[in-house]
């Protein structure tokens, strides 16, 4: 692990993931991601360990692991995964470096109009998704990949040229708007 590669800050409110090797999964998502363990010990009497782990003051956990649990089988990455945010593509960016130098393989970029986001897989085969928003909204579901490479301005662009013809295709702060005013008129 690189000390000149920055991880960026992500948020999630948390999740729990069954773990088969809790060590192995708290070195990946504290050196590849940039959590921090903020408290791990056994519960039950039966041998399970529970950790906490967070990248937010504020949240005592956004993660939280526990061992002899059934661990699920894992479906495409696409639909059987949980999404951090993170601020910009820059961050992207760094956080594909974090995974490509930590061998993550099949990272995926996906443009869905609304976000840019990164899918892969966490060392025990959980999907996880890291994403911008875009400044735009658009019908979904829809997904293209993007180039990553690219400058932001490209991918703005090209973004923008792939999506203003689809349905509802518009800045994301009118449809906030929109969508506001309809939460609004749903209130009793």
């Not at 920055?6 to 050196?31: E, N, Q, S, V």
């Not at 956990?61 to 089988?73: C, D, F, L, S």
Request: charged letters at 25%.
């Amino acid at each position: 692990m690189s000390d000149t590669t920055p991880i960026p800050r992500l948020t999630l409110g948390h999740c729990t993931l069954a773990a088969k090797d809790m060590d192995r999964m708290c070195r990946f998502y504290c050196d590849v991601l940039g959590f921090e363990v903020t408290n791990r010990g056994p519960v039950g009497d039966e041998g399970s360990e529970l950790a906490f782990l967070s990248q937010d003051p504020a949240h005592h956990h956004q993660i939280a692991m526990v061992t002899g649990a059934p661990v699920p089988e894992h479906a495409f990455v696409l639909l059987d995964h949980f999404a951090f945010k993170t601020g910009t593509l820059d961050d992207l960016r760094a956080l594909r470096a974090s995974l490509q130098e930590a061998g993550v393989e099949g990272i995926l970029p996906i443009c869905h109009g609304n976000a840019w986001s990164l899918y892969f897989s966490d060392c025990e085969g959980n999907g996880l998704e890291c994403y911008v928003d875009t400044p735009f909204h658009v019908a979904q579901p829809f997904a293209s990949g993007f180039d990553l490479d690219q400058s932001d301005d490209e991918i703005l662009e090209g973004t923008r040229a792939l999506i203003e013809s689809k349905p509802e295709f518009r800045p994301m702060a009118e449809w906030q708007v929109d969508f506001a005013r309809r939460l609004e008129g749903r209130k009793r």
